[in-house]
């Protein structure tokens, strides 16, 4: 079984540290909320697993099956099988969907493979892509548009879950945009997570979405503050957050921001 270890990590951006030394296993098959308030450090963490040049590591350690992760370049990280959902996704105008997804599973699934080299065949990709609509309840057209450009927040959320679909990476983080999704756009993209089977991969899901999580409880709740997971609680410590918020986990940890 795979399994994606975090220990002691310190992250930087410039010379700002912002995640002060955390420990994080998740392993296939567990699902893994990652609640926080704002400025906490939340997204940092994810952004700092793909290797996001930003994000400077200045202690610690990732890695997946023993293999040492901050050695790998982001599209190695992703060929791996690591796989992040943006908060704020890039729009590649030109660039359709369809065209989009047949590189990234081509590059996913032969991990081995060069620049230049032969894609998936077009039949088979194309046949799995209806496949995998279908069972989305996802309209074809939409694989005909270019990614992300002009997609509301909810359209930006199914482009995401296709790829997640397609993709079927190890392990994937889902950083949720704090605004933009109504409530039916939330409970489509929790009951597709679902759908895809959570089970397959190791989820770490950042959500200020209780609903998110209603299709996909999470066994563990992990709450950052300053930096650091102070607290890690299951499904019920979600619930609590989302109905109290964070004033009891500011007072426990007084020294933490
Ligand atoms: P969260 O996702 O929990 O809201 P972030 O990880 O986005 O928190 O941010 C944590 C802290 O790091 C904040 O103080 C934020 O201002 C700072 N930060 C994050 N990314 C950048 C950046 N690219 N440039 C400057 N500061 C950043
Ligand atoms: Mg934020
Ligand atoms: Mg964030």
Avoid: C, W
């Avoid at 939340?42 to 202690?59: D, E, F, N, R």
């Avoid at 080299?117 to 309840?137: D, G, N, T, V």
């Avoid at 089977?197 to 066994?219: A, F, Q, S």
């Amino acid at each position: 079984t795979h399994v994606l270890k975090i220990e002691g990590l310190h992250v930087s951006v410039g010379d700002k540290p912002i995640l002060r030394g955390v420990d994080l296993t998740i392993n296939h098959g567990e699902t893994h909320a990652l609640m926080g308030p704002n400025g906490s450090g939340k997204s940092t963490l994810g952004l700092a697993i793909m290797g996001h040049p930003g994000y400077t590591v200045t202690g610690g350690s990732i890695s997946l099956d023993g293999e040492d992760v901050l050695a790998m370049a982001p599209d190695e990280r992703a060929r791996a099988g690591i796989f992040m959902a943006f908060q704020r996704p890039m729009a590649i105008p030109g660039v359709k969907m369809a065209d989009f997804l047949r590189h990234a599973t081509t590059n996913v699934r032969r991990p081995d493979r060069k620049e230049g080299e032969e894609l998936i065949p077009m039949r088979e990709f194309r046949k799995e892509l209806k496949e995998k609509m279908a069972h989305l309840r996802m309209d074809t057209e939409f694989a005909r548009r270019y990614v992300n450009d002009g997609f509301s927040g909810g359209e930006m959320k199914r482009a995401e879950i296709l790829q997640l679909a397609m993709l079927q990476p190890k392990f994937a983080v889902l950083d949720e945009t704090d605004s933009g999704l109504d409530a039916d756009a939330v409970r489509l993209a929790s009951e597709s997570i679902a759908d895809i089977g959570r089970e397959k991969m190791g989820l770490l899901i950042i959500t200020h979405h209780d609903k998110l999580l209603v299709h996909n409880p999470p066994e563990f709740t992990h709450v950052m503050l300053g930096g650091r997971l102070v607290e890690t609680g299951g499904k019920e410590l979600a619930a609590e957050l989302h109905e109290s918020g964070y004033d009891r986990i500011r007072s426990a940890y007084p020294d933490a921001e």
